[in-house]
C-alpha cells in the first residue's frame, strides 16, 4: 500500500520510517514548507510538494497520514476521506469536537478506515502496567497518578507556542494520560484543571488535571512544559492491594548530548532501547485492520471523546469550576 | 532546665517526641497522662517517665509544657486543661478538626499567656529547610505553580474514626503541606477544590483514603496536592512529602525524606528504605524547648495550626458541595 504524508514535521518524519518499517511505501511528501517536504521525500525517493490536496488524490495513494499541526488535522482528515483514502491521524484527532465530529461522519460516508495515534495505549511500560491491573497484582485500583513533560516544545515561531493553536500542554500532551485513563478504567464523571499557561517572560506551562472516574476512582494528571530541559514520564496506579510506579527517568539507556545553545528541540517523543517502536506497533495494528485481520486498538470515537476531555479540563481551567462530563 | 509531660500516646508520634525530649540536654522528659493508663504507663516506664493517671493530678505538677498527642478532636479539651494550668503547649497535628475549635485553643492559649505550637516537624527537614532558602533568595524568582504529596500509609486504629480523627487521609496529610507552603512563599491560600475517594481501603476505614485538592495561593500560585493513606504494606517505607515547584527561573523538586540507603534483607523478605537524613522531631521539639527558655513562640504556632486547618476544613466543604471553596472571605 501507498503512503502520502501531510505534514512533513518531526512527527511526520518519524511515522514515515515507521510506515516504511511495516512495508507501506511513501509515494508523497506534502508540506506548506516546499523544504521540509523535499527533505523527506528525498530521503524515500517520493513527490515533494506543497498541494496536500493534490497529494491526498494522487490514484496511487492508499493512506493518509496527517501530521500537520492539530488545527490542520479535521480539515485534511475531511478531504482524505473524500478522496476515498484511509487515513492515519495523529493526536488531538481534531482542535473542537465539532471538527471531529464532522470528520468522523465525513470518514464513515467515504467507509474508510481513520486510526488516531493515542501511542500510549502502545507504549511497552503502559501495557506492563496494564497487564499488572489486570492480573490483580495490586487489587482494585482506587488511585491513579500520571505525570508526562518537560521543555516547552518547538522553537520561537512554532504553532505549539501559540496557545490558540496547540492548546498548550494540557491539550496537546496530557491528552495521552487523559485517552489511557479512558481506555484503562473507564468514563469520567467530573474533571477540574489549573493550567498555568504563561507567555511572558517567557512560554511556560504547567497544568494540574484531577478526574473522578465514573466507578469512584480518582486521578490526577500533571502535565508540564515549564521545565528547562528533558522529558519524564511517571505514572502510579494504588490499589486495595498494592501499587505499581513507573518512571521514565530509571531507565535501562541514558545518554546526554552537548547541544548547540540556543536552540530548543523541534520534536519531543519518549524513547526507550527497545525491540519495537510503539509507533511502529500503531502502524501495524491500523495495517492489519485495513487487511481486516482486526478491530484497532484506538476507534476514532475514543479520540473524540479524548478531545471532549481534554477540551473539558481547559474549560475547567478558563472558568475555574469543575465541569461535569 | 524545662520540665516537660506528655499527655495521650493516643498518636504515634508521641513515641518520637518522647525519645527527642530524652536526647535533648536541654529538657526533661518528667511526667505521662493518658486516658488510656496501659497505654500510658506503658510508655512511662519505656522513657523513664512518671505515669500520672489523674488529669487534675498531672495538671498540677511543676510542668513548663506539655505535648499533646491525643486523638484529633480531643486538641482542644486537653490544650485549654493545660493552658488554664499555666503550661506551654505543643500540639500535634492537625491542631483542630474544626476553625471555631482552633480559635479557642488561640484564645485560651493567650489568656493564660503560654505559647502554643502546632507539631510541622517539615520546617525542621533539611532538604525543606534548603528549598525555602533557595527559593526566598530569589534564585527562582516567582513561584508560578506547586505540585505536592503527602502519601503514607493506612494508620488504621482511631484515625479511621471521623468521630475521633474528624476526617481521613484529606485531614491527615494535607495540613504538613500547607504549612510548607505557606513558611515557603508567605503567602496564604485562597481557594480549594477537593475530590476524595475510599477505594483503597474501603473494607477497614469508614473515611477516605485519598483527597486530591487544587488549591490557588494569594498571588494567583496554582497548587495541586496529594493527601494520601496509598501505600502498600510492601512499600520500603511509611510514605513521603514531595513537592515540585514550577518557578520563573527554573523547577525545584524537594522530595524531603529521602536522603536513603535500599536495604534488602531476607529477614524482612522486603525492600526496606533506611533514612540517613536528619531527625526533623528532635528539631521540632528542642525549638519547643527553646520557646519555653526564651519566652518566645514556637517555630510553628497556633496562628499557623488554624491557617493550616483552614484549609482542610475547606477542602472538605468543597467535597461536599463539589464546588470551588473560598478560604477565610
Ligand atoms: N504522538 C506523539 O507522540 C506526538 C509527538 C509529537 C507531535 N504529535 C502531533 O503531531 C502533529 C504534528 O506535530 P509535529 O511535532 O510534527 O509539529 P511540527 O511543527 O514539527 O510539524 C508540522 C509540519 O506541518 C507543516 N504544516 C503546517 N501547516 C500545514 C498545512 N496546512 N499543510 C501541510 N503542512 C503543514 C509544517 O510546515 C511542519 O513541517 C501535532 O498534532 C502534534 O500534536 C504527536
Known sequence: ????????????????????????????????????????????????????????????????????????????????????????????????????????????????????????????????????????????????KMYRGGIYPGGPSSWFRDYAQSGGVTFDCMIHDLDWLRYMFGEPDRIFCQALRRS????????????????GMLALVIGTWAHPAGFQVKVEVCGSAGMLQFDSNISSLSAMKREVKGAGPTMIVPSSAEDVSPYELEWRDFIGWIEGKHEPRVTPEDALRAVEIALAALKSADTGRPVEL | MPKIGIMSFAHMHAYSYGACLNALPEAEFVAVWDDKPRRGRAAARQFGATFVSKLEKFLDLDLDGVIICSENVKHREMTTLAAQAGKWVLCEKPLATNVADAHAMIKACEKAKVGLGTAFPCRFAAPLRVARDRIVSGEFGAVYAAACTNNGSNPGGWFAEDMLSGGGATMDHTVHVVDVLRWITGKEFRKVYCEAGNVLHRDTLETDDVGLLQLEMEGGAQVSHVASWSR??????????????????????????????????????????????????????????????????????????????????????????????????
Not at chain 1, 201 to 215: A, G, I
Not at chain 2, 241 to 261: H, M, P, S
Not at chain 2, 302 to 323: F, I, Q
Open chain 1, 1 to 144: 500500500m501507498n503512503l502520502a504524508i501531510i505534514g512533513c514535521g518531526g512527527i511526520g518524519r518519524m511515522h514515515a520510517e515507521m510506515a516504511a518499517r511495516c512495508g507501506l511505501k511513501i509515494v508523497a511528501c506534502a508540506d506548506k514548507d516546499p523544504d521540509a517536504a523535499k527533505a523527506l521525500a528525498r530521503r524515500y525517493n517520493a513527490l515533494a510538494t506543497t498541494d496536500a490536496d493534490g497529494a491526498i488524490r494522487r490514484p496511487d495513494v492508499d493512506i493518509v497520514l496527517v501530521t500537520t499541526p492539530t488545527p490542520r488535522h479535521a480539515g485534511v482528515v475531511i478531504d482524505a476521506a473524500k478522496a476515498g483514502k484511509h487515513i492515519f491521524c495523529e493526536k488531538p484527532f481534531a482542535s473542537t469536537v465539532q471538527q471531529g465530529r464532522t470528520a468522523i461522519a465525513a470518514v464513515k460516508k467515504a467507509r474508510v478506515k481513520l486510526f488516531v495515534g493515542h501511542v500510549v495505549r502502545y507504549f511497552h511500560e503502559f501495557e506492563t502496567l496494564r497487564a499488572q491491573i489486570q492480573a490483580g497484582k495490586i487489587g482494585e485500583p482506587g488511585y491513579v
Open chain 1, 200 to 215: 511572558e517572560p517567557e512560554k511556560l506551562d504547567y497544568s494540574q488535571v484531577t478526574l473522578k472516574m465514573r466507578n
Open chain 2, 232 to 329: 502498600p504494606k510492601s512499600f520500603p517505607t511509611w510514605g513521603d512529602v514531595t513537592i515540585e515547584f514550577i518557578c520563573e527561573k527554573g523547577v525545584l523538586n524537594v522530595d524531603a525524606f529521602n536522603q536513603r540507603v535500599d536495604v534488602y534483607s531476607d529477614a524482612a523478605m522486603k525492600a526496606e528504605w533506611v533514612s540517613w537524613g536528619g531527625n526533623p522531631d528532635l528539631g521540632l521539639v528542642r525549638d519547643f524547648v527553646r520557646a519555653i527558655m526564651e519566652k518566645r513562640p514556637p517555630c510553628a504556632t497556633g496562628l499557623d495550626g488554624l491557617r493550616a486547618t483552614e484549609v482542610t476544613v475547606a477542602a472538605y466543604e468543597s467535597l461536599k458541595s463539589g464546588n470551588v471553596v473560598k478560604i477565610r472571605a
